[in-house]
């Protein structure tokens, strides 16, 4: 079947149709990563957003359900150059055909997927239409992309109550977690499978209590910590600061999520209550975005942002350089900083925007990059170690 992409300013681009047999209009980004869709596609940071893929097969691993980084794909739609129906992989599950039907999420192949990058890089981002309705008319649909607004994401895409994961308590022997766990996910910590230095960490944080305030969370976050020996407990993301506070946390995690960070209001409020006290907070991504806020920083909307696994962002304390995994299209304002409040920690090497802060007299860094990769390198995991340090007593620059 037939499948077209209308983009705002009029481009159209004729394909053919996957997924779900459905129209949808929604802001259309692209991503750079050359494997990783999976983690792509369940990664909340999407709710909202039509993903572009630039590398050109999709889909030749199919789908393994153990590497979902949430419980469902989140965005609107997928568009790919070529879509592989029949994957190689013992542990592939279904194929994203299968995968993106079975939650009702549309998509199209077939299109040139650089082509449209080239677009949204020269043009920056813009809505767009999947439909395969082949009688369409630009006259009446152009003016339906114009008046897009994604609006609030955040409260779609957040867990529905407080849940907890015991760390080291619930890794059992072979990396899985163990059946006392509460989260209902037993992937969760499929990551681990082996028991090997490079994925179980040694368990710096055993016993550490971290609040996790889920944006749009991925499960690499939490994972990350509880990998640590951390006992991690998840929060839904209009939690009152009060609650969190009052079940006494050595730290605070704020996480990644969808939408434009000042769309968030009530949340920067609590996220301001929670700045005031002095438990030691690590924030990513939106969680950044929304520090920055609640401590009278600005953000704008970037022209077409960052979202891949090869970002190199350069630490300003050390000088060095990492490689890192990024899906954002809003960033921090570094003319508006106060320095009394929070200086710039990382930049992002190719365009100079800011990736990170560190708060002046306060135990706080955030940083815009993923550090929980997945997909992406895994070159500022440290900073799990750091923030675990920060709530063991040492230095957030240690």
């Not at 568009?79 to 079975?102: A, K």
Request: hydrophobic share 35%.
């Amino acid at each position: 079947m037939k499948a077209f992409l209308i983009l705002e300013d009029g481009t159209v681009f004729e394909g053919i149709h996957i997924g779900a047999e459905k129209e949808i209009i929604s802001e259309i980004v692209f991503n750079t990563s050359m494997a990783g869709y999976l983690e792509v596609l369940t990664d909340p940071s999407y709710a909202g957003q039509a993903v572009c893929m630039t590398y050109p097969l999709i889909g030749n691993y199919g789908i393994c359900r153990e590497d979902c980084e949430s419980r469902r794909p989140w965005p609107d739609g997928f568009i790919v150059r070529e879509l592989s129906r029949m994957p190689s992989n013992f542990r592939s599950d279904c194929t994203i055909q299968e995968y993106l039907e079975s939650y009702g999420v549309p998509g199209i192949a077939g299109i040139d997927t650089r082509a449209l990058t080239k677009i949204l890089r020269e043009k920056g981002t813009m809505n767009g239409m999947i439909t395969t309705n082949a009688d369409y008319r630009l006259e009446e649909i152009l003016p339906r992309l114009s008046v897009l607004v994604t609006g609030k994401v955040v409260e779609k895409v957040t867990c529905e109550n407080k849940y907890e994961i015991k760390g080291a308590k619930d890794l059992a022997e072979n990396g899985q977690v163990s059946g006392s766990t509460v989260f209902n996910k037993e992937s969760f910590l499929a990551g681990a499978r082996e028991k090997k230095p490079s994925l179980v960490k040694q368990l710096n944080g055993a016993g550490s209590k971290v609040a996790l305030l889920d944006l749009g969370a991925k499960d690499n976050i939490a994972r990350s910590l509880a990998m640590r020996g951390c006992d991690v407990t998840i929060y839904p993301a209009l939690t009152p600061a009060e609650e969190i506070i009052g079940d006494k946390p050595d730290g605070i995690m704020l996480s990644n999520g969808p939408g434009d960070p000042k769309e968030c209001e009530s949340i920067i409020a609590e996220i301001r209550k929670l700045y005031e006290t002095d438990i030691p907070i690590f924030a990513i991504c939106l969680g950044h975005q929304l520090m920055a806020l609640a401590t009278g920083a600005d953000t704008f909307k970037m022209k077409y942002g960052h979202r891949g696994g090869n970002h190199p962002v350069k630490d300003l304390t050390t000088g060095r350089v990492y490689i890192s995994s990024q899906n954002h299209g809003y960033v921090v304002d570094m003319d508006k900083l106060d320095p009394q409040v929070a200086v710039p920690a990382f930049i992002n090497v190719n365009d100079g925007t800011n990736e990170g802060l560190s708060y002046t007299g306060k135990n706080i860094f955030t940083v815009q990059f993923h550090p929980e990769a997945c997909p992406g390198p895994q070159d500022s995991g440290f900073l799990f170690d750091r923030f675990i340090t920060m709530m063991n007593g040492g230095n957030k620059d240690a």
